[in-house]
């Protein structure tokens, strides 16, 4: 189980606090497989009835650590993250997240799985995938058009900005903006509000939501080698030693 992940139960909630902020909170395999087990471990608890997550320092979570991510990636797996993200779309409990800062990458496509997202009004949102040579993962490509619509899904995913809370509150990504002094106090009001309602009827609600969206889970099984693959290409080879070596990356090499 991984030290930057921080857990604690009480009074129905499950809180997991990501808690590498020196790296702002870049996922490593260690810190996926703990959420794997907790998110696994959550759904045969009905004493769980909500999971509220957040990130420690300035950051929710900066995505995959890239060092990581490079050393464990093979042509049709994605090692890191392969159980994370499917725990993460067959997840029964209702899972809120208080983003508190940067959520980038998987940072930020995994609040595209959680059933209600409190923001701090300075955070900030990016879906880098295109620039670093592969494509939106977590299903990503089929629930952010479904919530922002197909031209600004595109915008997000193709352009790859950064685009700040409001934006993200104006597409319907996020729920409520809160002040980043109050993000975790309001955010925990919130989460306590659901886990005084009885816990069947909070995991049947999401169920049958989450029935209209098609079998997610299948999805991601489907995208994963095509992202593994996609991954060990020249152009993303680039983009990801020039993120390490902080430089441009070039692709006029590939043209």
Same mark, same amino acid.
């Given at each position: 189980? #991984?030290q ?6 009480? %009074?129905?909630?499950?809180? !997991? ?8 909170? $870049?996922?490593?395999? /260690?810190m996926? $497989?703990? !959420? ?6 959550a759904? %045969?608890?009905?004493?769980i ?6 990130g #420690? ?9 890239v060092?990581s &991510? *490079?050393?464990?990636?093979? %042509?049709?797996?994605?090692? %890191? =993250? ?7 779309? $067959? ?6 997240a208080?983003?508190?800062? +940067? ?14 997202v ?13 620039? +670093? ?11 952010l058009?479904?919530?922002a619509?197909?031209?600004? =899904?595109?915008?997000?995913? @193709?352009?790859?900005?950064? &685009?700040? $809370? ?5 597409i ?10 109050? *993000?975790?106090? /309001?955010? @925990?009001? !919130?989460?306590?509000? +659901?886990?005084?309602k009885?816990?069947?009827? *909070?995991?049947l609600t ?15 099984? /489907?995208?994963?080698? @095509?992202?593994a ?13 020039? &993120? +390490? ?5 070039d &692709?006029?090499?590939?043209?």
């Amino acid at each position: 189980m #991984s030290q930057d992940i921080v857990t604690a139960t009480a %009074d129905g909630i499950l809180q !997991i606090r990501l808690n590498r902020p020196q790296k702002k909170n $870049a996922l490593t395999r /260690e810190m996926y $497989a703990t !959420i794997e087990a907790t998110f696994n471990r959550a759904n %045969d608890d009905r004493r769980i009835k909500v999971i509220w997550v957040t990130g #420690s320092g300035d950051s929710f979570s900066s995505g995959n650590d890239v060092g990581s &991510f *490079l050393e464990e990636a093979t %042509d049709d797996r994605l090692p %890191d =993250a392969d159980g994370f993200l499917d725990a993460l779309a $067959a997840l029964e409990v209702p899972l809120v997240a208080a983003v508190n800062g +940067l959520a980038v990458g998987v940072g930020a496509t995994m609040l595209l799985h959680c059933d209600l997202v409190h923001a701090a009004a300075g955070a900030t949102f990016r879906f880098p995938f295109v620039d +670093l040579g592969v494509f939106p993962e977590a299903a990503s490509t089929i629930l952010l058009p479904r919530l922002a619509g197909h031209q600004r =899904a595109m915008e997000m995913m @193709l352009l790859a900005d950064s &685009f700040d $809370a409001p934006k993200a509150h104006a597409i319907g990504m996020v729920n409520d903006v809160f002040e980043a002094n109050v *993000l975790e106090e /309001e955010s @925990l009001r !919130i989460t306590r509000r +659901l886990a005084a309602k009885p816990a069947a009827s *909070l995991r049947l609600t999401k169920a049958r939501v989450k029935a209209g969206y098609g079998d997610l889970r299948a999805v991601i099984a /489907e995208e994963t080698p @095509l992202f593994a693959r996609a991954s060990r290409s020249p152009e993303a080879r680039e983009a990801f030693n020039a &993120f +390490l070596e902080k430089r441009r990356p070039d &692709f006029s090499q590939f043209d």
